[in-house]
T-cell receptor, first 115, second 112 residues
Framework: DTEVTQTPKHLVMGMTNKKSLKCEQH?????MYWYKQKAKKPPELMFV???????INESVPSRFSPECPNSSLLNLHLHALQPEDSALYLC??????????????FGPGTRLLVL | AQSVTQLGSHVSVSEGALVLLRCNYS??????LFWYVQYPNQGLQLLLK??????LVKGINGFEAEFKKSETSFHLTKPSAHMSDAAEYFC??????????FGQGTELSVKP
């Protein structure tokens, strides 16, 4: 089973709201990722967790706060977002990062609209 | 630094025609290369992956790609396009450490 699940599928929030995106995988992968994708563009890496520890933060604004409570779950907490943050947010997982050539498996994404 | 370039942001073919999506890579070491497909309003799905075991890589849905070191290319092909192949296709390379470097993507349209 190569499934990564994400909830919710769609989210509309105001600039003063606090919301969270959730990602889950049960493939035993120990690396998990958050990407942001704007329309007609490739995904942009935001964060990488390896063995539940944050290993890469691609200079993402602090209004995005990732959390990895356990090896199967990854959250992205959102607070005081801007309209330009509207995008598709993708989660991915892979066997332990640092191993060259590991395949990343993507979830279906959460479509976020910030009003 | 590693990078990939996809030639053509949009490719249109007729149903039943050959599909050819181009990807060239830049890498100082043997690369690990991927092709992903993204259908409208969905996430990315792995089509195939090159890991140096074989230069011709077969993937899902009848797609294959050939690694050509002399041309630094990893083009994606399918002998006969189907309407369901219409999607965005991304070539990617990994420098390791959890990073995937994507090309800009190629949108494939299939005409009946």
């Amino acid at each position: 089973d190569t499934e990564v699940t994400q909830t919710p599928k769609h989210l509309v929030m105001g600039m003063t709201n606090k919301k969270s995106l959730k990602c889950e995988q049960h493939m035993g992968h120990r690396a998990m990722y958050w990407y942001k994708q704007k329309a007609k563009k490739p995904p942009e890496l935001m964060f990488v967790y390896s063995y539940e520890k944050l290993s890469i933060n691609e200079s993402v604004p602090s209004r995005f706060s990732p959390e990895c409570p356990n090896s199967s779950l990854l959250n992205l907490h959102l607070h005081a977002l801007q309209p330009e943050d509207s995008a598709l947010y993708l989660c991915a997982s892979s066997p332990p990062s640092g191993s060259l050539g590991e395949t990343q498996y993507f979830g279906p994404g959460t479509r976020l609209l910030v009003l | 630094a590693q990078s990939v370039t996809q030639l053509g942001s949009h490719v249109s073919v007729s149903e039943g025609a050959l599909v050819l999506l181009r990807c060239n890579y830049s890498s100082s070491v043997p690369p690990y290369l991927f092709w992903y497909v993204q259908y409208p309003n969905q996430g990315l799905q792995l089509l195939l992956k090159y890991t140096s075991a074989a230069t011709l890589v077969k993937g899902i849905n009848g797609f294959e790609a050939e690694f050509k070191k002399s041309e630094t290319s990893f083009h994606l092909t399918k002998p006969s396009a189907h309407m369901s192949d219409a999607a965005e296709y991304f070539c990617a390379v990994t420098p390791g450490g959890g990073k995937l470097i994507f090309g800009q993507g190629t949108e494939l349209s299939v005409k009946p």
